[in-house]
């Protein structure tokens, strides 16, 4: 079965809606029909947005300016970010909010006023983060689903599970990674409902397919959450970039053997949290003059310091001291969770939290628009490298980042709409010869296999030995799985571990290559 469409957008978090609900409302606008098609493998609010607790960052108080943003943005990326995209980010930031709030998204304002409520977080040099309770990434979601679902000419198809970029290879043509004619026609799509593979042609197509955390045993990241768009990308002669920058956030609820992670936000701390050891005691004195506050790569490091030196699995967060009815007010969920799962009274109790796996800051390279180096292929949102984070990303930097590039991919996608062409007699996808894998039992050992490597070898702190001992059994379950592929129909899970195998391989071929410690990435054998 084959559907065309004039733009096809690949996940239906920020990123992809927002560029879906641009496109959609400038053609509503200029009264032409458009078929913009968006497709997500579950349901269409199971997305990385819908679990970013913290908030979105942006310069919304006259005390507060974009330069101290900016600076702020290429401090915490070791001045590794590209200063021309964070000024770009910055001083878009709050014309994109706006749009947000005009679609109905809600932010909490102070009590009995009609000024936000502005959050402070690790990093930020003043308050500058918008927020919704503790589900700030959820009513974002909420809010621009309900506008989509508005809108005609956008159609959301869920439980479609996009397995293959279609580009020049298909048509029989030898592509090369740094071709300069490379184009993308769309892709080929698991309808996970009847386990066929459609075509869904498009002139233009984005890849906003969220993270990669469940490569790690413990990420906060759903379990959607597999590098499909960058493996797929990478698979089509894209370009990776910054892939050895994972940010782990350092305050996961330690709940063992739960996957994802609940998360403890980063706004925690700024309303107040204490970070302290098992017996009491406190520690990123030792570390950092800014404390509690310094941020998520040095008090991720800190913890992971702490509890390798007392061999314990975990540190604690206090709130103890914390104004309980406002922390209430501003953590709901997180006071709900906390008392619910683990029988804590954050009035008397500590939380116990571990750092996990939390964001990506490299991803599909892409320029100041979200171009790939593939014709018509654009990648918004975190599966996207954009130059913005650098070495570490700066907390609520990532849902800005998502809507401010969404905004510019839809600019240019109008732009060169009229370069854009499909052509003639695409192949359907071809699996003569495969059949059912009766043992799905292996992909579910290499998986656990693949999350064991790289929490062990890959992790925050790394060395040469430890990458490349991650390398060479990664070779091994590499191998194993492409035969497996090769003679099977698709299924999510094999292509979700496919997908996985390959951005790790990205992970640590960037890590091994990288000489420095910058960051989030940490080499025992880089320290001078």
Known sequence: ??????????????AGLSYATKLAMHFDELQQEV???VITKVQADETNTKYAQGGIAAVWSEDDSFEKHIEDTM???????????????????????????????RFDKEHGGTDYDLAKEGGHSDYRILHFKDITGAEIERALLEKANSLKSIEIFTHFYAVELITR????????RYDTDNKCF???????????????????????????????????????ATGDGIAMAYRAKGIGKDMEFIQFHPTALYEPGKKPNFLISEAVRGFGGILRTKKGETFMENYDPRLSLAPRDIVARAIDSEMKKAGDPHVYLDVTHCDYERFIEHFPNITAYCQDHLGLDIRKDYIPVVPAQHYLCGGVRVNEWGQTNIQF???????????????NRLASNSLLEAVVFGHRAYEKTVELLGQASLPENIPAWNDAGTTHPEELVLVTEMKKELESIMSNYVGIVRSNRRLKRAMDRLELIYLEHEELYRQSKVSVPICELRNMIE????????????????????NLDNVK
């Open 1 to 14: 079965m084959s559907h065309q469409f004039d733009f096809l957008v690949i996940g239906s978090g920020i």
């Open 35 to 37: 078929c913009i098609g």
């Open 75 to 105: 401090i915490a990326g070791d001045f590794l970010s590209d200063r021309h995209i964070v000024e770009i980010v910055v001083r878009e930031a709050p014309g994109r909010i706006q749009e947000l709030i005009n679609y109905g998204t």
């Open 169 to 176: 290879h298909q048509l029989g043509e030898t592509v090369h």
């Open 186 to 224: 769309g892709a080929y799509v698991l309808n996970t409902k009847n386990g066929e593979v459609e075509q869904f042609l498009a002139k233009t197509t984005l890849l906003a397919t969220g993270g990669i955390g469940n490569i790690y045993q413990n990420t906060t990241n759903p379990s959607i």
């Open 377 to 391: 292929l654009y990648a918004v949102g975190e599966c996207s490298c954009t130059g913005l984070h650098g070495a």
């Open 503 to 522: 951005v790790a391989y990205l992970v640590i071929k960037m890590a091994m290559a990288r000489r420095e410690n910058r960051g989030l990435h940490f």
